[in-house]
Nanobody
Framework: QVQLVESGGGLVQPGGSTRLSCAAS????????MGWYRQAPGKQRELVAT???????YYGDSVKGRFTISGDKAKKLAYLQMNTLKPEDTAVYYC???????WGQGTQVTVSS
């Protein structure tokens, strides 16, 4: 089993920045990818960014050029730097491992003035 604990998020003004963190524990050797999905009210959960153990990154089209994922492969830590935030980025952000095999508790990011 893998446990994921998230931190970060909160209220941010449009154009601002924030960073999310996700720490994995448990059977971390089974993890080959970490990242985030997000879900806004009334919308489906969408993949935001993923970092694989091989160092590859994936970004959803709506966040490309604004969000950056990074991490510590050995410690199974992941970070999501979110810049130039827009109101449409408002959502609950869920850390994932292995594309949804494991989930964090979710953290709210609200972009509003």
């Amino acid at each position: 089993q893998v446990q994921l604990v998230e931190s970060g998020g909160g209220l941010v003004q449009p154009g601002g920045s924030t960073r999310l963190s996700c720490a994995a524990s448990g059977n971390i050797n089974s993890i080959y990818a970490m990242g985030w999905y997000r879900q806004a009210p009334g919308k489906q959960r969408e993949l935001v960014a993923t970092l694989t153990s091989g160092g590859s990154t994936y970004y959803g089209d709506s966040v490309k050029g604004r969000f950056t994922i990074s991490g510590d492969k050995a410690k199974k830590l992941a970070y999501l730097q979110m810049n130039t935030l827009k109101p449409e980025d408002t959502a609950v952000y869920y850390c994932h491992a292995n594309y949804g095999s494991y989930w964090g508790q979710g953290t709210q990011v609200t972009v509003s003035s």
